[in-house]
């Protein structure tokens, strides 16, 4: 809820009066940038790796600034627009998503790195995934995999994924399951075949 001049209690500007005010002043949309850079980063280097989230996060503002004019407060919030760009973005990137995942199925051990950002990086991304997870994550369709890592990397409601991919709430609800069932049914069958 916000308060005086759309103003949250947190002190934060509303994602409306944000938006609003870097239509008018285009210099405004670095506070946009500077409050959802790092989940969008997160959630596409989830999706990608790090370096392709490099590229395709910044393509998200650099669409999202182009677009502006488009976002509508009433159609639903700023950071499901935001993310259904950013996925939108990552489906171009589909082939590399679905060579990311084979290849992580195909790892046997994480890398070496001791870096702490990567080690960071490493534990909010894809590629601490076990290789068992990767190939189930590979073997989803690709609007299977947009809802659940939605919710899974980005933390999104039902009804955000559905902005966010413009499909209707029931549609994410559906494919979500699909997709829960389809992993379990993987996982299960590398534990009977491993384990």
Known sequence: MTGLAGVDAGGQMSDADLVREYRHDPDGFTAVYDRY???VHRYVAGRLDTQ????????????????RERFDPARGGFRPWLFGIATRLVAQHRRVESRHY???ARARAAPDDHGHENQVVTAVTAAG???QLARALAALTRKERDVLLLVALADFSHEEVAQALKIPYGTV??????ARKK??????KEIDVNG
């Open 129 to 131: 995934l076990q290789p």
């Open 102 to 104: 084979e290849t992580l």
């Open 52 to 67: 392709a989230a490099d590229d395709v996060a910044a393509e998200t503002f650099l669409v999202a600034f182009r677009k």
């Open 37 to 39: 850079f790092g989940d």
């Open 173 to 178: 609800g559906s494919r979500l399951n699909r």
């Open 183 to 188: 992993l379990r049914t993987a996982l299960e």
